[in-house]
């Protein structure tokens, strides 16, 4: 069944991506100070899911790159206490509300990042000249990393 799933297509590409093309972007990245590491994972996610977006969806998303780097810090918080806080609220009813009051606010600023990047999402033309550009910079800046410091 799996192999049939678009989430399961993205899910892996996205994990290919990060694992193999972050690692090799981050360190060319260097010029974009502590922002170079969260930039490569985005676009090593983005390029691992690009064949099944463009087969399935007929698109890559241009401004997902950018919503992933506002969302994902605030939903990596939600995944590392949510569990905790809903096994707490389980177990002690009474505090239920207050210790899933940050998830709530997590999960409500990933929804908002998702509603305003897919209300500006550019369509075609628009969305590859963007990613024309976009790989215009990465190549600049791979360039730049190989050239010697003076």
Partial sequence: ??????????????????????????????????????VAVTLGAQAGVAVPS??????????????NLVAVPVAGLVMLIGLPAS???????????????PVGWGVWWVDAVATVAAAVEPGPPWSWIGWLAVAVVVVALLRASRTPMR
């Fill in 87 to 101: 096994l707490l609220a389980g177990a002690v009813p009474a505090v239920g509300p207050l210790v899933m009051a």
């Fill in 1 to 38: 069944m799996l192999a049939w799933s678009v989430g399961f297509w993205l899910s892996v590409g996205a994990t290919a991506g990060v694992t193999i093309g972050a690692v090799h972007l981050a360190p060319r990245l260097g010029r974009l100070g502590p922002l170079a590491l969260p």
């Fill in 54 to 67: 463009l087969l399935v969806f007929g698109r890559l998303s241009l401004i997902g790159t950018v919503a």
